[in-house]
T-cell receptor, first 115, second 113 residues
Framework: SAVISQKPSRDICQRGTSLTIQCQVD?????MFWYRQQPGQSLTLIAT?????????ESGFVIDKFPISRPNLTFSTLTVSNMSPEDSSIYLC????????????FGPGTRLLVL | QKEVEQDPGPLSVPEGAIVSLNCTYS??????FMWYRQYSRKGPELLMY????GNKEDGRFTAQVDKSSKYISLFIRDSQPSDSATYLC?????????????FGSGTQLTVLP
């Protein structure tokens, strides 16, 4: 399985500011995803990070709020822009497995609290 | 109606008990079924992976898929306190854009020593 790391692991931010979360995979992967997990709830897909092109966003998520970059096959960033307390959540990146191509492996998550 | 339904619990069992966790789904296109374990303050960890209908066993864990009933289960035998976590079922229709996973809401399990 791929080993996925995220930075920062947690942060406390002020309303109106932006935070960029980094996701690094220890090997090349085909697909990377960003999820949000609100307290006590399951995972909601934000977008698919496409290498070298614009991310594909799910309904309810827009690029201006959650810009995503994926400059190569092992790295991606998610920015949470103009934050409000409603953005307080865990943000997770995942990657498609190289062996089990139909499933995903997850990073440890970034816990964000917006005051 | 959600695409994937999972009883959120919480579920509390004594050590050594057999645990049964279940999900139902509505999308007949789902072919790949997974169970993830998520410890508090950690990312989900892939526990079991099954393609189509049938059973799969790995140590104390058994995953069952019944596509005709649109019902999947995870059984944990001889449960241990270290099994205390939230268990998420997930499923997908397959390749390409269909690789997107749809998750259940998760079942919080506590195994009491």
């Amino acid at each position: 399985s791929a080993v996925i790391s995220q930075k920062p692991s947690r942060d406390i931010c002020q309303r109106g500011t932006s935070l960029t979360i980094q996701c690094q995979v220890d090997s090349q992967v085909t697909m990377m995803f960003w999820y949000r997990q609100q307290p006590g709830q399951s995972l909601t897909l934000i977008a698919t990070a496409n290498q070298g092109s614009e991310a594909t966003y799910e309904s309810g998520f827009v690029i201006d709020k959650f810009p995503i970059s994926r400059p190569n096959l092992t790295f991606s960033t998610l920015t949470v822009s103009n934050m409000s307390p409603e953005d307080s959540s865990i943000y997770l990146c995942s990657a498609i497995g190289l062996v089990l191509k139909e499933t995903q492996y997850f990073g440890p998550g970034t816990r964000l609290l917006v005051l | 109606q959600k695409e994937v339904e999972q009883d959120p619990g919480p579920l509390s069992v004594p050590e050594g008990a057999i645990v049964s966790l279940n999900c139902t789904y509505s999308n007949s296109a789902f072919q790949y079924f997974m169970w993830y374990r998520q410890y508090s303050r950690k990312g989900p960890e892939l526990l079991m992976y099954t393609y189509s209908s049938g059973n799969k066993e790995d140590g104390r864990f058994t995953a069952q898929v019944d596509k005709s009933s649109k019902y999947i289960s995870l059984f944990i035998r001889d449960s241990q306190p270290s099994d205390s976590a939230t268990y998420l079922c997930a499923m997908s229709a397959g390749y390409g854009s269909a690789r997107q996973l749809t998750f259940g809401s998760g079942t919080q399990l506590t195994v009491l020593p």
